[in-house]
Protein backbone atom coordinates (compact mmCIF):
# COMPACT_ATOMS: atom_id res chain seq x y z
CA UNK A 1 0.00 0.00 0.00
CA UNK A 2 1.62 3.43 -1.08
CA UNK A 3 -0.47 5.26 1.02
CA UNK A 4 -2.11 6.84 -1.94
CA UNK A 5 -5.77 6.80 -2.37
CA UNK A 6 -8.09 6.79 -5.38
CA UNK A 7 -11.88 6.43 -5.76
CA UNK A 8 -14.31 5.10 -7.48
CA UNK A 9 -12.32 1.97 -8.10
CA UNK A 10 -14.43 1.36 -11.11
CA UNK A 11 -16.18 3.41 -12.99
CA UNK A 12 -18.40 3.06 -16.18
CA UNK A 13 -20.74 5.63 -17.86
CA UNK A 14 -21.84 6.28 -21.26
CA UNK A 15 -20.25 8.24 -24.16
CA UNK A 16 -21.12 12.20 -23.84
CA UNK A 17 -20.96 11.86 -20.27
CA UNK A 18 -18.93 13.64 -17.67
CA UNK A 19 -16.88 12.05 -14.34
CA UNK A 20 -15.15 12.97 -11.88
CA UNK A 21 -11.94 11.16 -10.06
CA UNK A 22 -10.81 11.37 -6.67
CA UNK A 23 -7.41 11.23 -5.00
CA UNK A 24 -6.04 11.62 -1.97
CA UNK A 25 -1.88 12.02 -1.79
CA UNK A 26 0.18 10.43 1.74
CA UNK A 27 -0.23 12.49 4.32
CA UNK A 28 2.63 15.12 3.75
CA UNK A 29 2.70 14.85 0.34
CA UNK A 30 2.63 18.67 -1.54
CA UNK A 31 2.32 17.39 -5.09
CA UNK A 32 -0.26 15.40 -7.38
CA UNK A 33 0.34 13.61 -10.65
CA UNK A 34 -2.31 12.45 -12.61
CA UNK A 35 -1.47 9.38 -15.14
CA UNK A 36 -3.66 7.95 -17.91
CA UNK A 37 -2.82 4.33 -19.12
CA UNK A 38 -3.99 2.57 -22.15
CA UNK A 39 -2.80 -0.56 -23.98
CA UNK A 40 -2.38 1.65 -27.19
CA UNK A 41 -0.60 4.89 -25.18
CA UNK A 42 0.88 2.94 -22.35
CA UNK A 43 1.72 5.42 -19.40
CA UNK A 44 1.20 9.17 -20.44
CA UNK A 45 1.75 11.65 -17.96
CA UNK A 46 -1.45 14.60 -17.75
CA UNK A 47 -0.92 17.06 -15.31
CA UNK A 48 0.75 17.91 -11.89
CA UNK A 49 -0.43 20.16 -9.05
CA UNK A 50 2.28 20.93 -6.62
CA UNK A 51 0.49 22.74 -3.48
CA UNK A 52 -2.93 23.51 -4.83
CA UNK A 53 -1.32 25.30 -8.28
CA UNK A 54 -0.40 23.78 -12.09
CA UNK A 55 2.67 23.42 -12.20
CA UNK A 56 3.34 20.89 -15.04
CA UNK A 57 0.76 19.64 -18.35
CA UNK A 58 1.26 16.69 -20.22
CA UNK A 59 -0.77 15.12 -23.12
CA UNK A 60 -4.11 16.54 -21.56
CA UNK A 61 -6.89 16.93 -23.69
CA UNK A 62 -9.00 20.04 -23.58
CA UNK A 63 -12.11 17.92 -22.34
CA UNK A 64 -10.28 16.86 -19.46
CA UNK A 65 -9.29 19.11 -16.32
CA UNK A 66 -8.20 18.95 -13.01
CA UNK A 67 -7.91 20.91 -9.42
CA UNK A 68 -6.11 20.65 -6.51
CA UNK A 69 -7.79 21.36 -3.33
CA UNK A 70 -6.61 23.54 -0.27
CA UNK A 71 -6.27 19.69 2.17
CA UNK A 72 -4.28 18.62 -1.13
CA UNK A 73 -6.54 16.30 -2.54
CA UNK A 74 -7.05 16.36 -6.41
CA UNK A 75 -9.59 15.79 -8.73
CA UNK A 76 -9.43 15.20 -12.46
CA UNK A 77 -12.71 15.67 -14.18
CA UNK A 78 -13.06 14.11 -17.77
CA UNK A 79 -16.35 15.27 -19.73
CA UNK A 80 -17.90 14.44 -23.31
CA UNK A 81 -16.07 11.09 -22.66
CA UNK A 82 -15.08 9.44 -25.77
CA UNK A 83 -14.74 5.54 -26.20
CA UNK A 84 -11.49 6.31 -26.73
CA UNK A 85 -11.34 7.98 -23.15
CA UNK A 86 -11.59 4.23 -21.68
CA UNK A 87 -8.06 3.52 -19.49
CA UNK A 88 -6.82 3.13 -16.21
CA UNK A 89 -6.31 6.53 -14.66
CA UNK A 90 -3.54 6.87 -12.00
CA UNK A 91 -2.61 9.63 -9.41
CA UNK A 92 0.69 9.59 -7.78
CA UNK A 93 2.21 11.99 -5.35
CA UNK A 94 5.38 13.54 -4.00
CA UNK A 95 6.97 15.26 -1.12
CA UNK A 96 8.42 17.75 -3.25
CA UNK A 97 8.41 18.29 -7.07
CA UNK A 98 11.49 16.41 -7.43
CA UNK A 99 10.42 13.51 -4.94
CA UNK A 100 9.80 10.05 -5.56
CA UNK A 101 6.64 9.50 -6.94
CA UNK A 102 4.34 6.91 -5.17
CA UNK A 103 1.31 5.56 -7.31
CA UNK A 104 -2.68 4.91 -6.01
CA UNK A 105 -4.45 2.07 -7.18
CA UNK A 106 -6.00 3.67 -9.98
CA UNK A 107 -9.74 3.81 -11.04
CA UNK A 108 -10.71 2.33 -14.00
CA UNK A 109 -12.95 4.10 -16.30
CA UNK A 110 -15.24 2.28 -18.73
CA UNK A 111 -16.65 4.43 -21.61
CA UNK A 112 -19.88 2.15 -23.33
CA UNK B 1 9.61 16.63 -25.94
CA UNK B 2 11.46 13.22 -24.40
CA UNK B 3 10.77 10.31 -25.80
CA UNK B 4 11.80 7.24 -24.04
CA UNK B 5 12.45 3.78 -25.82
CA UNK B 6 12.53 0.67 -23.88
CA UNK B 7 13.67 -2.73 -25.04
CA UNK B 8 13.22 -5.43 -25.22
CA UNK B 9 9.08 -5.39 -25.12
CA UNK B 10 8.89 -8.63 -23.79
CA UNK B 11 11.43 -11.05 -21.96
CA UNK B 12 11.71 -14.45 -20.69
CA UNK B 13 14.80 -15.96 -18.43
CA UNK B 14 15.03 -18.93 -16.16
CA UNK B 15 14.77 -18.69 -12.41
CA UNK B 16 18.23 -18.04 -11.44
CA UNK B 17 19.23 -16.48 -14.28
CA UNK B 18 19.81 -12.57 -14.82
CA UNK B 19 17.67 -10.09 -16.71
CA UNK B 20 18.66 -6.90 -18.17
CA UNK B 21 16.18 -4.30 -19.71
CA UNK B 22 17.14 -0.75 -21.65
CA UNK B 23 16.08 2.68 -21.75
CA UNK B 24 17.38 5.41 -24.28
CA UNK B 25 16.06 8.69 -23.74
CA UNK B 26 16.40 12.07 -25.99
CA UNK B 27 16.17 14.95 -23.78
CA UNK B 28 19.33 15.58 -22.22
CA UNK B 29 18.10 18.04 -19.39
CA UNK B 30 16.66 15.19 -18.06
CA UNK B 31 18.11 14.04 -14.78
CA UNK B 32 15.88 11.69 -12.98
CA UNK B 33 15.53 8.50 -13.83
CA UNK B 34 13.00 5.51 -11.87
CA UNK B 35 12.11 1.92 -12.27
CA UNK B 36 8.87 0.99 -11.92
CA UNK B 37 7.13 -2.59 -11.62
CA UNK B 38 3.48 -3.08 -12.35
CA UNK B 39 1.68 -6.93 -11.65
CA UNK B 40 -1.23 -7.03 -13.86
CA UNK B 41 -4.57 -5.34 -12.41
CA UNK B 42 -2.15 -3.34 -9.72
CA UNK B 43 -0.77 -0.04 -9.45
CA UNK B 44 3.05 0.44 -10.97
CA UNK B 45 5.57 0.55 -8.12
CA UNK B 46 8.72 2.22 -7.30
CA UNK B 47 11.36 -0.29 -7.48
CA UNK B 48 14.99 1.84 -7.56
CA UNK B 49 15.42 5.31 -8.83
CA UNK B 50 18.49 7.29 -9.90
CA UNK B 51 19.72 10.83 -10.65
CA UNK B 52 21.69 12.17 -13.12
CA UNK B 53 24.81 12.81 -10.65
CA UNK B 54 25.26 9.21 -10.06
CA UNK B 55 26.33 6.19 -12.49
CA UNK B 56 24.99 3.61 -10.65
CA UNK B 57 22.72 2.06 -8.15
CA UNK B 58 22.63 -1.41 -6.72
CA UNK B 59 19.24 -2.23 -3.74
CA UNK B 60 20.31 -6.27 -3.15
CA UNK B 61 18.84 -8.32 -6.43
CA UNK B 62 18.38 -5.01 -8.32
CA UNK B 63 20.49 -2.74 -9.79
CA UNK B 64 20.34 0.33 -12.58
CA UNK B 65 23.22 2.10 -14.80
CA UNK B 66 23.43 5.24 -16.02
CA UNK B 67 25.50 7.02 -19.22
CA UNK B 68 24.73 10.46 -19.37
CA UNK B 69 26.59 10.91 -22.49
CA UNK B 70 25.08 7.97 -24.25
CA UNK B 71 21.41 9.25 -22.83
CA UNK B 72 20.65 5.07 -21.81
CA UNK B 73 20.36 3.59 -18.58
CA UNK B 74 19.65 -0.24 -17.93
CA UNK B 75 18.03 -2.12 -15.06
CA UNK B 76 19.71 -5.61 -13.98
CA UNK B 77 18.09 -7.81 -12.15
CA UNK B 78 20.10 -11.10 -10.36
CA UNK B 79 19.03 -14.42 -8.91
CA UNK B 80 15.87 -14.01 -11.11
CA UNK B 81 12.76 -14.96 -9.16
CA UNK B 82 9.07 -16.36 -10.39
CA UNK B 83 7.76 -13.01 -7.97
CA UNK B 84 10.03 -11.03 -10.59
CA UNK B 85 7.12 -11.76 -13.11
CA UNK B 86 5.66 -8.47 -14.32
CA UNK B 87 5.92 -5.38 -16.54
CA UNK B 88 8.93 -2.68 -15.63
CA UNK B 89 8.56 0.73 -16.66
CA UNK B 90 11.54 2.95 -17.07
CA UNK B 91 11.00 6.66 -16.92
CA UNK B 92 12.29 10.12 -17.03
CA UNK B 93 11.35 13.22 -15.63
CA UNK B 94 13.62 16.75 -15.31
CA UNK B 95 13.61 19.65 -13.09
CA UNK B 96 11.73 22.26 -15.78
CA UNK B 97 9.33 20.00 -15.83
CA UNK B 98 8.29 19.29 -12.44
CA UNK B 99 9.67 16.04 -12.82
CA UNK B 100 6.17 14.98 -14.38
CA UNK B 101 7.54 11.67 -15.93
CA UNK B 102 7.57 10.10 -19.77
CA UNK B 103 7.36 6.67 -19.41
CA UNK B 104 9.02 3.27 -21.66
CA UNK B 105 6.38 1.26 -22.88
CA UNK B 106 7.23 -1.57 -20.54
CA UNK B 107 8.77 -5.00 -20.94
CA UNK B 108 6.93 -8.19 -19.51
CA UNK B 109 8.95 -10.27 -17.48
CA UNK B 110 8.43 -13.50 -17.22
CA UNK B 111 10.68 -15.87 -14.90
CA UNK B 112 9.85 -19.36 -15.59
CA UNK B 113 10.59 -22.15 -12.60
Known amino acids: DSGVTQTPKHLITATGQRVTLRCSPRSGDLSVYWYQQSLDQGLQFLIQYYNGEERAKGNILERFSAQQFPDLHSELNLSSLELGDSALYFCASSVARGGRQYFGPGTRLTVT | GENVEQHPSTLSVQEGDSAVIKCTYSDSASNYFPWYKQELGKRPQLIID?????GEKKDQRIAVTLNKTAKHFSLHITETQPEDSAVYFC????????????FGKGTSLLVTP
Open chain 2, 50 to 54: IRSNV
Open chain 2, 91 to 102: AAGETNSGYALN
